[in-house]
Structure formats: C-alpha cells, structure tokens
C-alpha cells in the first residue's frame, strides 16, 4: 500500500531547536517544496521521505489515515519541544471530488518550521545533502481559455440561477480553470515567495505540485481545539479608501451575499456539532480584507469531544458549502453537469498532519496545479437565484489575480 522511498525501518525522526530561520521560502533548496506558511509562520519541506497516491473512493481518508500510521507509526522519534507540527509530519493534498485520483501525502525528508517566537527543525533518517539549486522565475506566461471559455462560463451560471429558481436547489459554487504556459518550467519558490509577501493574512501552500495562497481556514486542530474561518459573499476592492469601504459596507448590507454565507456556515455548523462538545458559531460575519477581493467570514470555534485527529475533521467537513453548495448532494451533480472539468486538487483540502493528530488544513482556493511550465489555475464563485453571470465572472476574475501576481509578479 504505501510507496516509502528508502525509509529505513522504524525511521528515525529528529526535531531540533534552531536559531530564527529568516524567511522560509529563501530557505528551501529545490523547486517543488512542500509549504504551509501564514504572516512568516508555518511549516516548509524538501527532500521526500516517503510519499504516496491516495486511491479515490469513499474511503480515502481512511485510507490516507492508515498510512500514516504504517509509514510513521512506529518511528523512533526524538522530539523535545512536542508542539503542533514538531516530530513526524505529513503534507497532504486531496482532490474535490473523491472519485478523481490526486490526491497526495508528504513526508519531507526535512521540515523547517517556526511559530510563536520558536524555530525548529525536523529531519527523517538523513538530510539531503548537495547544493540548492538555483531558483528560476516563470519568464514570460501565456493565458489561454481552459475548460470552458469565459461566455460559455457565464451560460453555465444562468443554468445553475435556473435551477436555484426551480428550487431544485439552494447554492452552488461553480468554479473555472484557465490554462497558463509559461517560458520556464515553474519553481514554486518564487511564486511562493510573492504569495507570502503580499497575501500575508491567508495561507500560501505548495503540496504535491498545488500551489496558491487560500484564505479559508478549513479546520485547525491543536489538541482539543478546532477553528475554521468560513467564507462566502465577495466584494471587489475599492478604487480609494472611501469607494473600498462602501463596497464593504454593501456586502455587509447585500441579502443575497448574507444568504450565499449563511449556507457556508450552517454546513460547518452541521459538519462540526456530531464532533464538538462545544461549538461557538458567531451570529454575524466579519469583514476580511485581501489585496484583490473583500469576504464575508465567520471565526467558529470547538472544543472536539472525541479525539478525532484534524483528517478525521476534514473528512467530516469536505466539501462545505463554501465550495459545494445547498444541499450538497444535489449541488455536486449541478457542479458535475454544469462545470464541466475536473476540479483535481483545487477547492479540495490542503495542509499537514503531525504525529498527535493536530495539524492545519485550508481549503484550497487562489490556486495553480504546476505542470512542468504549465499551470492550471482555478477560481469559484458562490451562485444564488439572484446571481448575474456577467458579476460572477467579475469575481472570478478578482481571485484569479492572486495567482496571476504569483507567476508575473
Ligand atoms: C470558491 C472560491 O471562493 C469561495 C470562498 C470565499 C468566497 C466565495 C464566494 O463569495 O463565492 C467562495 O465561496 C474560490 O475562491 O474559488
């Protein structure tokens, strides 16, 4: 079952104190890292220890749990500071669509983290030694139509308003790809670096060749502790502060937005309540302000009363409605029959996983899967009885950019 590359058995997993690293993404040495970082913070990685293709089907989670347990399971781990993410770790990316194979887990060789003022790092059997190799930037890219193009998009938002009207369903999320070529073979290192320097609030990741900087929080397990920042209802950012303020405002204020959120959050609500002995929903959303758009977003927070790992979390949550729709089922057989592509990694979850089952996992939005010098990226939108194609692909557009920043700078 599981593909471990010159593992010796039990591993042996070393977590050291280190001095501040600097900046993390300047300390990776190859182009396809692994990533995780948030205002500086997180976790990166290099080098593969172990790593494998979850099979699709129902039951991949279980699948990607048993896993870890055999590959990690019975290391010879030395690890003083034994804080999320210290010891053994996993990145993992996992398809939207369970029956899609893409799914993928991590064990670096080497995981450099830093968090809360401590540095450390973890390394499994040996290091990888020899020198970094140098970084290289895109060059110039080229955008081409993917799936579908952008009217042939917009037609599908009018049969998914229809459908809403028809009351076949509530919400659906309905997303689309666009091809890029660049000139170079990408290296995530430079598109992480601009991510996390000018999207510092959301979560810049690379995992498996899925690269991007999300904003949504799927779930944070550290202990008994759970968080998940929801989020659905976009605005466009303002031309001046004043114009930036009254588009938030009228987000704040728009019924339709409200509704599109409300939905994100009750599947939350739903996912999390069987797991949480105490779940605190907040009655309003927030605002979150980001470089390219504005969101509605709602902090929930619980306490698991079962000791449920953060995949067993995930699991319980993917998809929300944030990215499926309501009710779920009926939105994922819209999003089949109207989208038209294979969502692959994007709007699936993304994250790590440590040995004591704590760990972060986003939802993986503002994204790009890396294809030698191609990239397909990826952008969806919340649809509503009330929606209009022609602002939908607006929208679109907007968390696009966030990519687009990525690979031209
Ligand atoms: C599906 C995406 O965003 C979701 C998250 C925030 C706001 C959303 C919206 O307003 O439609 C989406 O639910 C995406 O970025 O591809």
Redesign the pocket.
């Known amino acids: 079952m599981s593909v471990a590359i010159g593992l010796t058995r039990p591993p042996a997993v070393r977590t050291l104190s280190v001095g501040d690293p600097g900046d993390l993404v300047a300390a990776l040495p190859d182009a396809a890292p692994s990533a995780w970082i948030r205002h500086g913070e997180g976790l990166v990685g290099w080098g593969v220890a172990a790593s494998t293709a979850v099979p699709p089907g129902p039951d991949r989670f279980t699948w990607a749990k048993k896993w870890l347990a055999e590959v990690l399971g019975d290391a010879d781990v030395d690890d003083d500071l034994r804080v999320p993410g210290s010891g053994p770790v996993a990145f993992g990316s996992f398809t939207f669509d369970p029956d899609e194979p893409g799914s993928v887990l991590i064990v670096p060789k080497v995981v450099l983290a830093r968090r809360d003022g401590r540095a450390w790092m973890t390394t499994v059997d040996a290091a990888p030694t020899g020198e970094a190799v140098p970084t290289v930037e895109p060059g110039w890219v080229r955008y081409g139509d993917g799936s579908l193009s952008a009217p042939e998009w917009e037609h599908a938002v009018a049969r998914a308003v229809q459908a809403i009207r028809s009351g076949r369903l509530e919400k659906a999320?309905l997303?689309r790809d666009l091809m890029v070529t660049a000139e170079n073979p990408i290296d995530a290192r430079p598109l992480l670096a601009r991510l996390a320097q000018r999207y510092p609030e959301c979560y810049t990741f690379s995992v498996g060749g899925l690269l991007g900087a999300t904003?949504?929080l799927l779930v944070r397990r550290t202990g008994e502790a759970v968080e998940s920042l929801v989020?659905?209802?976009?605005a466009a950012r303002g031309g001046d502060a004043d114009d930036d303020l009254a588009r938030g405002a009228a987000l704040f204020a728009s019924a339709k937005?409200r509704h599109?959120h409300a939905c994100?959050v009750s599947s939350v609500r739903q996912a999390l309540t069987p797991l949480c002995a105490d779940l605190r929903v907040p009655d309003a959303p927030e605002l979150l302000v980001l470089p390219n758009v504005q969101?509605l977003a709602s902090r929930v927070t619980g306490r698991l009363g079962n000791g449920a790992s953060v995949l067993d979390v995930v699991e319980a949550m993917h998809p929300t409605a944030?990215?499926g729709g309501t009710p779920t089922a009926t939105a994922l057989e819209v999003i089949r029959e109207l989208e038209g592509m294979d969502r692959a990694g994007?709007?699936g979850p993304v994250g790590w996983i440590d040995s004591r089952g704590d760990g972060e996992w986003g939802?993986a939005?503002?994204c790009g899967l890396i294809n030698g010098n191609r990239v397909r990226l990826?952008?969806?939108?919340?649809i509503m009885g009330d929606s209009e194609p022609s602002a939908e692909l607006a929208?679109?557009q907007a968390?696009l950019r966030a990519m687009q920043y990525a690979l031209e700078g």
Do not use: N
Request: with cysteine; hydrophobic share 50%; glycine share 12%.
């Open positions: 999320v997303a904003p949504e989020l659905a209802g976009t937005d599109e994100a969101h944030a990215v994007y709007a939802i939005l503002r990826f952008a969806g939108c919340g929208e679109a968390k």
